[in-house]
């Protein structure tokens, strides 16, 4: 069975300061990894979204992500966070056969202070 | 294209009741996926349909039970409602649930059990 862990379960940054949310995952086969924010109040939005070919993935809003295939992880950053950055944030995998059935982590709340 | 879509946004239930949610998925797209989100659990998977079939079953009881029409919308129930039950439900549908596909998940349905 696969599973997602996200270590950091609310993070709190200033304006500006750069951020790192970690996400290792456990499957035996080849994965699609994701990232997704949930704004309050709204619904779940993908931010990117790695498949194959260059493990470091841009996405949108200035995030980015790494796979490390051998540390089966796959960190969001941001270089510098804004105060709308403050959300939830999900790292999902699912199978590379079967995109419906994804598998998430815990979410990380991340508060940005202005 | 319009995005998935939920509906009721909201419900209110008593314990021992039946429910029925139903989502509609973007234009186009066969499979559709449903989730379970709550503050303890975060986001589990029910199940997911495909070409009116339930395609993959996740670790729910029986009392879960879904189905899929010909024109790929889809609806959840549960029966015999419990407080536990209590969560948002989401909704995420991909053109065929296959390999190296986006899920786009819809705003969810809330749903209370007093």
């Known amino acids: 069975a696969q599973s997602v862990s996200q270590h950091n379960h609310h993070v709190i940054l200033s304006e500006a300061a750069s951020l790192e949310l970690g996400c290792n995952y456990s499957y035996g086969g080849t994965v699609n990894l994701f990232w997704y924010v949930q704004y309050p109040g709204q619904h779940l939005q993908l931010l990117l979204k790695y498949f194959s070919g260059d493990p470091l993935v841009k996405g949108i809003k200035g995030f980015e992500a790494e796979f490390i295939k051998s540390k089966f992880s796959f960190n969001l950053r941001k270089p510098s966070v804004q105060w709308s950055d403050t959300a939830e944030y999900f790292c999902a995998v699912n199978p590379n056969t079967n995109a419906g059935k994804s598998t998430f982590g815990d979410g990380t709340t991340l508060t940005v202070k202005p | 294209k319009a995005g998935v879509t939920q509906t009721p946004r909201y419900l209110i239930k008593t314990r021992g009741q039946q429910v029925t949610l139903s989502c509609s998925p973007i234009?186009?797209?066969?499979?559709v996926s449903w989730y379970q989100q709550t503050p303890g659990q975060g986001l589990q998977f029910l199940f997911e349909?495909?070409?009116?079939?339930?395609?993959n079953k996740g670790n729910f009881p029986g009392r879960f039970s879904g189905r899929q029409f010909s024109n790929s919308r889809s609806e959840m129930n549960v029966s015999t409602l419990e407080l536990g039950d209590s969560a948002l439900y989401l909704c995420a549908s991909s053109l065929m649930g296959g390999g190296q596909e986006t899920q786009y998940f819809g705003p969810g349905t809330r749903l209370l059990v007093l």
């Open positions: 349909y495909f070409s009116e079939t339930q395609r």
């Open positions: 234009s186009g797209h066969r499979s």
